[in-house]
Nanobody, 117 residues
Framework: ELQPVESGGGLVQTGGSLRLSCAAS????????IGWFRQAPGKEREGLSW????????YYADSVKGRFTISSDNAKNTVYLQMNSLSPEDTAVYYC??????????WGQGTRVTVSS
């Protein structure tokens, strides 16, 4: 079964940074819109940022605009989420999602980010 794989989560102090990776082996990311989502305990899953790997266009939710940056390395079939100025409110499990109209959704299993105060 095709599934993207997230990595890069961990424990970081307030104000710190992390870079998450979404390895999409078996996919051609040019063919997909790729998004990063997160789900904090007791909360609904929240969309954070999206990229069209084909043309590089990006979109950010207000909650992360100016702090997070999404990018892709098409040769490596990998999408990144650079997260800066982290706060405890960013503590969540972060998920990668690949979507197109032909194939639908593919979700990874998530990577946990914990920001200590």
């Amino acid at each position: 079964e095709l599934q993207p794989v997230e990595s890069g989560g961990g424990l970081v102090q307030t104000g710190g940074s992390l870079r998450l990776s979404c390895a999409a082996s078996g996919f051609t990311i040019d063919d997909y819109h790729i998004g990063w989502f997160r789900q904090a305990p007791g909360k609904e899953r929240e969309g954070l940022s999206w990229i069209s790997a084909r043309d590089g266009s990006t979109y950010y939710a207000d909650s992360v605009k100016g702090r997070f940056t999404i990018s892709s390395d098409n040769a490596k079939n990998t999408v990144y989420l650079q997260m800066n100025s982290l706060s405890p409110e960013d503590t969540a499990v972060y998920y990668c999602n690949l979507w197109n109209a032909q194939s639908g959704d593919y979700w990874g299993q998530g990577t946990r980010v914990t920001v200590s105060s």
